[in-house]
């Protein structure tokens, strides 16, 4: 499909059919990259999202304890490691 840079204020646009937007998954949030001579325009990346939710769900299931409990203590621990 072919399209045309519109002028917007001082700035200029592309508009995008609404069908290549739900088919992307596209919503008023992006990400625009410069890839190579082009534009790259995709969803943004939220490492995070939910963790709040996830860290919740945790607490009630009594699954929030440390990794470090979980492992047992040994010889090297007072033999080999320099404590400071």
């Not at 995709?42 to 963790?51: A, F, G, I, L």
């Not at 699954?63 to 203590?73: A, P, Q, R």
Request: hydrophobic share 30%; with cysteine; proline share 5%.
């Amino acid at each position: 499909m072919q399209s045309n840079i519109i002028k917007i204020g001082n700035s200029h646009g592309v508009r995008i059919p609404k069908p290549f937007l739900e088919e992307c998954g596209l919503s008023d949030e992006i990400e625009i990259n410069i890839i190579d001579n082009g534009i790259m325009i995709t969803s943004p990346n939220h490492p995070r999202k939910d963790w709040d939710k996830a860290f919740k769900d945790m607490k009630q299931n009594n699954d929030d304890n440390l990794v470090d409990e979980l492992l047992t203590h040994s010889d090297w621990d007072d033999k080999e490691w320099e404590w400071k």
